[in-house]
């Protein structure tokens, strides 16, 4: 489901990108702006012959993550809620999120993170749900290759404390009163997120006084869950460099 969601996504936003560009700017200033843009090169010629064509073309070259940090660029000439919406108004911490996890695994983790950024203001149950499933997937990963057995049943807190363990990242690991009270901070987190998924995520049946998430809600379990998962990804780089 998350990789279909993500794939329209990315499709509508290639479309929507072209036509905003096609609108707002002349031929002769395609070549320059795609550069900034980060497309493939281009004469104006070209752009002459079909503004729209120019620009479908080299949007249709790029990935998901190129696609999105092309919208986030051109949202700063283009004010569109459309646009706002489809590119997740993009923070840095977005963005340094998304470089680690494309480097990590661009097919299943990088393309959950994604999913979960543009469902973020449009689908909150689906995002948050997404969020939870991303740490699951990091987590898991690192388990297999620290060749630690887990229950793949098992809940998340439970899987976090086995990594948390092996990467030697649990707070009774430590001495020091204030990494103790960080790490234990970092439980906390992987706990709420369990937690904030059964209770608002869509993982579950709704009933009618359940309460429904919010945009901020969302945000909230997606930014948290992306930073967990670098954390992890960080630390078992280094012990492992």
């Keep these: 489901m998350s990789g279909t969601s993500s ?3 990315t499709a509508r936003l290639r479309l929507l990108l072209a036509q905003l560009i096609a609108d707002h700017f002349k031929a002769y200033d395609l070549p ?5 843009l980060g497309l493939a ?24 993550a190129g696609v999105r940090r092309a919208g986030r660029e051109l949202a700063r000439d283009i004010a569109n809620d459309e646009l706002d919406e489809l590119v997740g108004n993009g923070s ?8 680690a996890l494309h ?9 959950r993170w994604t999913d979960a950024l543009e469902r973020r203001a449009t689908d909150p149950e689906g995002a948050i749900t997404l969020a939870r499933t991303l740490l699951e997937d990091v987590i898991k990963w690192l388990l297999s290759k620290q060749n630690v057995a887990y229950d793949e049943k098992a809940d998340l807190p439970v899987l976090y404390r086995l990594i948390a363990a092996d990467l030697r990242l649990a707070p009774d690991a430590h001495t020091e009163d204030v990494f103790k009270r960080i790490l234990g901070s970092c439980q906390s987190v992987v706990e709420s997120l ?21 945009g901020r809600h969302a945000e909230l379990a997606v930014n948290l869950a992306g930073t967990m998962a670098t954390f992890l990804i960080a630390t078992w780089e280094r012990q492992t460099a």
């Design 92 to 99: 840095p911490a977005d963005e340094a999120i998304s470089s």
């Design 194 to 214: 369990g937690t904030l998924r059964n209770k608002l995520g869509d993982a579950h049946s709704t009933g009618p006084r359940r309460v429904k998430p919010h």
């Design 32 to 36: 320059m702006l795609g550069e900034r």
């Design 41 to 64: 090169p281009g004469t104006e010629g070209e752009a002459f012959s079909s503004k729209r064509m120019y620009i479908s073309k080299r949007l249709n070259a790029l990935d998901d």
């Design 103 to 111: 480097r990590f695994d661009r097919e299943v983790v990088h393309r």
């Design 7 to 9: 794939t329209r996504g």
